[in-house]
C-alpha cells in the first residue's frame, strides 16, 4: 500500500508538473480578485482541464508592475497569460518572450495596438473587446429620462480626452440633441471632491463615460453623486448600483466565458493571432429597483424600455 | 486398462525393439478442430459483420431522422422568431399613426419598445413611400424622427424592395440582415427591422442536443450566418468549397445525413434544413464519435461476443477433437510402446463406436504377441539352456580327455621310460644272435610306445595351451644338420634316398617348435615311402620361404587331405602303420602357433608333398654359417653323472645305462641324498640329470639350485620329466627332455650338455 501511494504521490507530481501553467494577471490576493474569481469559475464550466492557474498580482495603473508580473509569468513557465485589462495585454506584447495571451479590453484593442484588426488580430494575443462608443446613445438616453435637462456634466480623464472617437461624436450628438456640455477632467481620485464641488452649481445631470477614472473612482464618485443627487446616467452596472440614476450598459456577461474558452483554444495550439475578437451583442437600459434618496425617476417611456434591474 | 488375461511380460530386449515411428506431420487437432473452429469463427465473423454493418445503417438511418428532426425543429424555431419580429412590427405599423397621441413622438417611444422587447433588433426605420426616413430608432445610433429638431438623413434607398434584404456583415464582421415589412395602408410606407443575426448563434447555442450536436445558419450566398462558435462567424468563412454543404444543396430537400468533416475539420454527421423565408440553409450536425457512438458499442460488443464466441468455438472444437483423437493418440502410444517391447500396455476403454472397437481389437492383438513372444522368449531360453549344456558338455568332455591325456601320457611316461632304458641296458648284455634279435624288436616296441606317448604328450601340451613360442633367431641350415643327424640313418635303414638341400636362409621363430614340425613330416615321409627318396628343401616364396619335405611314397587321396590333419585320423588301414594318428594334428597347430600355414600336395601313388609357408615377416639376411656344435672329446666317457630320481627303477635304469656309456655314476632319490652323496664324491658332477618331482621335498630344479651353490659354478642338468613343463621356465644351462626318452636322445642331450659352451 505504501509504494503504492508513493507511486500515486509520483504520478500526481510528475501530473502537475507536466500540467501546463496559465498566468492571471490580476489584483491583490485570488480570492479577494472578483475578476479572477469569475475567470476561475468560467473556466471551470468548460470542463475538468489539466492545467495549473497562477495568479500573479500586479498594479494595473503601473505598466512597470505589469512588465515584472509578465516577467514573473514568463519564469514560471507560462505557456498562456490572461490578461483582464488592455494594459496587461499591452505589457504582455512588450515582453520578447511571453507566451501568447487572452485578454479583455475595454478600449479599442486596434487602436491599442493589441490586434490588427478585429477580424483578423495578428498578434500573440487573442481576446474580446468591450470597448464602447455609445456616449451618444447615452447622452440621448439622459434626455429621454430627463427631458428637462439641458446642461450636462461629464466626467473625463485624460485617457478618453485623448481617443479620437470620443469627445468630438459626443458634443455633435449633444448640440443634435439640445445638450451642454461640461466636461470635468480628473485623472487622479483625489481630485474628484473637488471637482464635484466645482460643478455643483451648474450641471443638471452627469453623465460618466466608461473611464478610468470613473472606474477607479467608483467608491468616491458615487459618494459625491449621493451628496448632490442629480440625474446620472452611467456606463456599468456596477456604478449605477452605487449610486443613483440610470446606465445604458453592453451585455459583457459573455467576456468570461468567452475569456476561458479563448483559454483553451489557445492551449490546443490554435494561433490566437488567427481568433476574430468577440464584441458584446447586446446592450440593455438598467435601472435601480429602488432610487436613491433625493435622486429623481426617469420619465416613464424610459422606465418602460429598462431591461436591466439592479 | 492392461491387456486382459496377461501376466507381466519378460522385459523388452534390445534385440525385440522396431524403430519407433516417426512423429506424424498432422494432428488430429489440426485436421479437424481447427477448420471447424475456424468455420465457426468464420460463420461467427460474417454474422456479427454483416450485423454491424445493419446496425450501422440503421443508425445512420435513425441519425438522418433525428437530425432532420432535429433541423426542422431549428427551422421552424427560426422562422417563429422571425414571423414574431414581423408580427410585432406589424402590430405597431396598424397603430392609428397620425391620429391624436399616434404621432412620431409616440411612434418613437412604440419602435423603442419593439428595441425594448426584441434584443435582436438594432434598428427600426419608418419609410415612406419614397423611402424616405420618417424616423430611425437605433439601439447604437442617435434616433432620427421628426417632429424634433432632428433632420432626417438622406440614406439611399433600399436596392431592392425584397422582403429579407441579402444579409450583410457590419464593421465589427458581425452579420446583419434586413427586412422590409409594408405599411397596411396605402401610403406606400414600410418599416425596415435590422436585425442581428448574433441572435440565431444564441439560438444555435440553445439548440444543442445530445450535448454536442450543434445547427448552424449559411445563407443562400454560402455565407456562414450563425453558428455556436462566435468566432467562426467573425472569420466570415467561404463556405464554397466545403463538401458536405455542396452535396446537401444537392440533396432533395436536404433530408439525408452525410458523413463528413465540419467546419472544424472534425468528423461529424451532417444534414440540412432549408428556410423558406429567407431563402437560408439550416445545418445540423453531430461528430461521428457521439453520433454513431450507439453504433461503436453495439459494434465493441459484438467484437466482444464474436471474440468470446470464438473463444468458445476453438475450446468446443478443441475439446471434441481431444475426445476423439485421445483413444487414437493412446492406441498410438500403445502401438509404439509395444515396438519398444513393452507388452504392459494402456488402452482406451471400448466404445460403443468404431475406435472402440479399433481399441478392442488392438488389445487382442497386443495379447497375442505377447503370448507369442513369451513362447518365443521360452524357447529361445530352452534351446540357449539345452546348448549351454552341451557346451559343458563338450567342455566337461575335453577337460577330461585332456586330463585323462596329461595323466595317462605322465603316469604311463615313468614305466617306459625305465622299460626304454633298461632295454637299452638289456641289449647291451644280450649275445650276439637271436637274444640280440629279440632285443632288438623289444627296442623297436619300446621306441614305438615312446613315439606314440611323445605324440600323446605333445598334443596334450596344446591342447592345454602349455606350448609357448620362443621366437630366435637362427640358421635354417642348422635345423637341416639336426634333422639330417636324425632322420639320415632312418632313411638310410629303408634304402631311402635322403637329399636335404643346403640352406643360407636366416629365420627368426621357435627353432625347436619348426624341427618338431619339420621332424614329424620326414619321418612321416621315410615311412610312408617304401621307394625312391625323401627330398627337403627351402625355396623362395612371396618374399617368405617354403619349406617343403617330397617324397615318392604312397600319396594321400584328395578326399583324406583335409582329414589327414585331424587328430587321431591314420589313413592306412589299422594295423597297416604305427602310431596313433596325431603327428599331423600336431604339426598343423605348431604351425599355427609359428604363424605358419600347412599345405599339402599328393597323388595316391605318386607321393606327397608336404609344405611349410614361412612368412616374409619370419625371414631375415642372410649371416655367416655359425659353428656346428662342438662334441665334447671322448663323448661321455668319463663325466661325472650325478642321477637324482625319487623312482628307483628308473633311477638304476639310467645309471646302468651311463655306466654303459662310461660315466660315472652318482644316484639319489632327493635333493638332501643329493647332497650327501656330493660330499661322499671328492669331485663335483659335470653334469646333473634329474627328475623335476622329487616326492614332498625340494624339487629337481630346487635341488639343482642347491647343488650350484654347493659347487660354487654352474652346473649343467637335464631335466628328465613327465610333467609338462616349460622350457622357458627352466635356469640357465638345463635341458629338457620328456619322459619317456630313449637312450639315443638322452645320449644327445647329454652330449650338447657337456659341449663346452662359447
Wanted: charged share 20%; with cysteine; net charge neutral.
Amino acid at each position: 500500500m505504501l509504494v503504492l501511494s508513493v507511486l500515486l504521490l509520483a504520478a500526481d507530481g510528475l501530473r502537475q508538473v507536466s500540467m501546463p501553467v496559465v498566468a492571471f494577471l490580476g489584483q491583490g490576493t485570488p480570492d479577494r480578485d472578483p475578476v479572477f474569481q469569475r475567470y476561475r469559475s468560467a473556466l471551470e464550466a468548460q470542463g475538468p482541464g489539466a492545467l495549473r492557474l497562477v495568479h500573479l498580482p500586479a498594479d494595473p495603473a503601473t505598466p512597470a508592475a505589469l512588465d515584472q508580473a509578465v516577467g514573473r509569468a514568463v519564469q514560471a513557465g507560462a505557456v498562456l497569460i490572461v490578461a483582464p485589462t488592455a494594459d496587461a495585454a499591452q505589457a504582455v506584447l512588450r515582453h520578447r518572450l511571453a507566451p501568447p495571451c487572452v485578454y479583455a479590453a475595454f478600449l479599442d484593442p486596434v487602436a491599442l495596438g493589441l490586434a490588427r484588426s478585429l477580424r483578423h488580430p495578428g498578434t500573440r494575443c487573442a481576446g474580446v473587446s468591450v470597448a464602447d462608443n455609445l456616449d451618444s446613445k447615452r447622452l440621448e438616453l439622459l434626455r429621454d429620462a430627463y427631458p428637462w435637462v439641458r446642461r450636462v456634466a461629464v466626467l473625463v480623464d485624460q485617457d478618453w480626452l485623448a481617443r479620437p472617437d470620443a469627445l468630438a461624436p459626443l458634443q455633435h450628438s449633444a448640440g443634435r440633441l439640445g445638450l451642454e456640455l461640461d466636461l470635468l477632467q480628473a485623472d487622479q481620485v483625489d481630485a474628484l471632491p473637488a471637482l464635484f464641488r466645482q460643478s455643483a452649481a451648474a450641471a443638471q445631470a452627469w453623465y460618466l463615460p466608461p473611464t478610468t477614472i470613473s472606474y477607479r473612482g467608483q467608491a468616491q464618485i458615487a459618494a459625491e453623486l449621493r451628496l448632490r443627487p442629480l440625474p446620472t446616467l452611467h456606463a456599468s452596472a456596477d456604478e449605477l448600483q452605487q449610486s443613483g440614476g440610470l446606465a445604458l450598459v453592453q451585455d459583457t456577461s459573455f467576456a468570461y466565458a468567452a475569456l476561458a474558452r479563448l483559454s483553451l483554444r489557445v492551449l490546443a495550439g490554435e494561433p490566437p493571432g488567427a481568433i476574430p475578437i468577440q464584441r458584446p451583442r447586446q446592450l440593455r437600459i438598467c435601472l435601480r429597483r429602488q432610487m436613491l434618496p433625493g435622486f429623481p425617476m426617469p420619465s416613464s417611456d424610459v422606465i418602460r424600455r429598462a431591461d436591466c434591474w439592479v | 486398462m492392461p491387456i486382459a488375461g496377461s501376466e507381466p511380460g519378460p522385459q523388452p530386449d534390445a534385440r525385440n525393439r522396431l524403430e519407433p515411428a516417426r512423429e506424424p506431420s498432422g494432428r488430429l487437432i489440426r485436421r479437424f478442430a481447427l477448420p471447424l473452429a475456424l468455420l465457426s469463427l468464420g460463420l461467427l465473423l460474417a454474422t456479427g459483420l454483416v450485423e454491424g454493418y445493419l446496425a450501422y445503417r440503421q443508425t445512420l438511418a435513425l441519425l438522418a431522422r433525428q437530425q432532420a428532426v432535429q433541423a426542422e425543429a431549428a427551422r421552424a424555431e427560426i422562422e417563429q422568431y422571425l414571423q414574431t419580429l414581423e408580427t410585432a412590427v406589424s402590430q405597431v405599423q396598424r397603430l392609428p399613426w397620425g391620429r391624436p397621441g399616434f404621432q412620431a413622438s409616440e411612434r418613437r417611444i412604440e419602435l423603442q419598445r419593439l428595441l425594448a422587447l426584441h434584443p435582436a433588433i438594432l434598428e427600426l426605420r419608418d419609410l415612406d413611400a419614397q423611402g424616405q426616413i420618417r424616423l430611425r430608432v437605433s439601439r447604437t445610433e442617435l434616433d432620427v424622427w421628426q417632429g424634433a429638431r432632428y433632420s432626417a438623413q438622406d440614406e439611399a434607398p433600399p436596392a431592392s424592395p425584397a422582403w429579407f434584404e441579402e444579409p450583410f456583415f457590419d464593421t465589427e464582421g458581425v452579420p446583419n440582415v434586413a427586412f422590409h415589412l409594408a405599411g397596411p395602408d396605402a401610403s406606400g410606407g414600410s418599416t425596415r427591422a435590422l436585425i442581428h443575426l448574433g441572435f440565431l448563434t444564441q439560438m444555435s447555442s440553445g439548440l444543442r442536443f445530445a450535448g454536442q450536436g450543434q445547427i448552424q445558419v449559411v445563407d443562400q450566398s454560402l455565407r456562414l450566418l450563425a453558428h455556436p462558435d462566435p468566432t467562426l462567424v467573425l472569420r466570415q468563412p467561404r463556405l464554397e468549397s466545403w463538401e458536405p454543404l455542396r452535396q446537401l444543396q444537392a440533396s432533395p430537400q436536404g433530408r439525408q445525413a452525410l458523413q463528413g468533416l465540419n467546419l472544424e475539420q472534425k468528423p461529424a454527421l451532417i444534414s440540412a434544413q432549408p428556410l423558406a423565408r429567407p431563402p437560408w440553409l439550416i445545418l445540423v450536425e453531430q461528430p461521428t464519435s457521439v453520433a454513431l457512438a450507439p453504433a461503436w458499442d453495439t459494434l465493441q460488443r459484438l467484437l466482444l461476443l464474436l471474440a468470446l464466441g470464438a473463444l468458445l468455438a476453438l475450446a468446443v472444437a478443441r475439446w471434441a477433437a481431444r475426445r476423439m483423437a485421445s483413444p487414437i493418440a493412446q492406441l498410438r502410444a500403445a502401438t509404439a510402446q509395444l515396438a519398444q517391447g513393452d507388452f504392459d500396455v494402456q488402452l482406451p476403454p471400448p466404445g460403443p463406436d468404431e475406435v472402440g472397437a479399433l481399441a478392442a481389437d488392438f488389445g487382442l492383438m497386443a495379447s497375442q504377441l505377447q503370448r507369442s513372444y513369451a513362447e518365443l522368449e521360452q524357447r529361445v531360453q530352452q534351446r540357449t539352456l539345452e546348448l549351454q549344456q552341451k557346451r559343458d558338455e563338450a567342455e566337461r568332455a575335453n577337460s577330461a580327455k585332456t586330463r585323462f591325456l596329461a595323466t595317462a601320457s605322465h603316469d604311463l611316461r615313468q614305466p617306459m621310460h625305465a622299460i626304454g632304458l633298461l632295454v637299452g641296458v638289456l641289449r647291451a648284455e644280450l649275445p650276439a644272435g637271436p637274444m640280440q634279435g629279440l632285443g632288438g624288436r623289444i627296442h623297436q616296441a619300446v621306441q614305438a610306445m615312446e613315439s606314440m606317448f611323445g605324440s600323446l604328450l605333445d598334443i596334450s601340451k596344446l591342447d592345454a595351451g602349455a606350448v609357448q613360442v620362443q621366437q630366435e633367431e637362427f640358421a635354417l641350415q642348422a635345423l637341416w644338420q639336426r634333422l639330417d643327424a636324425t632322420l639320415a640313418p632312418l632313411a638310410a635303414a629303408k634304402g631311402l634316398n635322403w637329399t636335404l638341400r643346403p640352406s643360407p636362409h636366416w629365420l627368426r621363430s621357435d627353432p625347436v617348435l619348426l624341427e618338431r614340425i619339420l621332424a614329424n613330416l620326414c619321418s612321416n615321409a621315410i615311412r610312408y615311402t617304401d621307394q625312391g627318396g625323401v627330398l627337403v628343401a627351402a625355396r623362395p616364396w612371396q618374399g617368405g620361404l617354403r619349406l617343403q619335405v617330397i617324397d615318392s611314397g604312397r600319396g594321400i587321396a584328395a578326399a583324406d587331405r583335409e582329414r589327414a590333419f585331424d587328430e587321431f585320423v591314420r589313413l592306412e588301414p589299422q594295423g597297416g602303420s604305427e602310431g596313433l594318428g596325431l603327428g599331423l594334428a600336431i604339426v598343423r597347430r605348431s604351425a599355427e602357433l609359428l604363424g605358419m600355414r600347412v599345405q599339402l600336395r599328393s597323388r595316391p601313388g605318386r607321393g606327397s608333398c608336404f609344405e611349410l609357408q614361412v612368412p616374409a615377416a619370419a625371414c631375415l639376411a642372410a649371416r655367416p654359417e655359425p659353428a656346428t656344435d662342438a662334441q665334447p672329446a671322448g663323448g661321455l666317457s668319463g663325466s661325472f653323472v650325478l642321477v637324482l630320481d625319487d623312482e628307483a627303477a628308473n633311477r638304476e635304469a639310467l645309471a646302468a645305462l651311463l655306466q654303459q656309456w662310461g660315466c660315472l655314476v652318482a644316484q639319489a632319490a632327493d635333493a638332501d641324498a643329493a647332497l650327501l652323496e656330493l660330499d661322499r664324491h671328492l669331485r663335483t658332477p659335470d653334469l646333473l640329470v634329474t627328475d623335476l618331482r622329487l616326492g614332498p621335498g625340494p624339487d629337481g630344479l630346487q635341488a639343482l639350485q642347491a647343488l650350484r651353490e654347493r659347487c660354487g659354478g654352474s652346473l649343467p642338468a637335464l631335466l628328465l620329466t613327465a610333467e609338462l613343463v616349460s622350457s622357458q621356465a627352466l635356469p640357465a644351462q638345463v635341458l629338457l627332455l620328456h619322459k619317456p626318452a630313449g637312450p639315443q636322445r638322452l645320449r644327445a642331450a647329454l652330449l650338447a650338455l657337456l659341449a663346452p659352451q662359447d
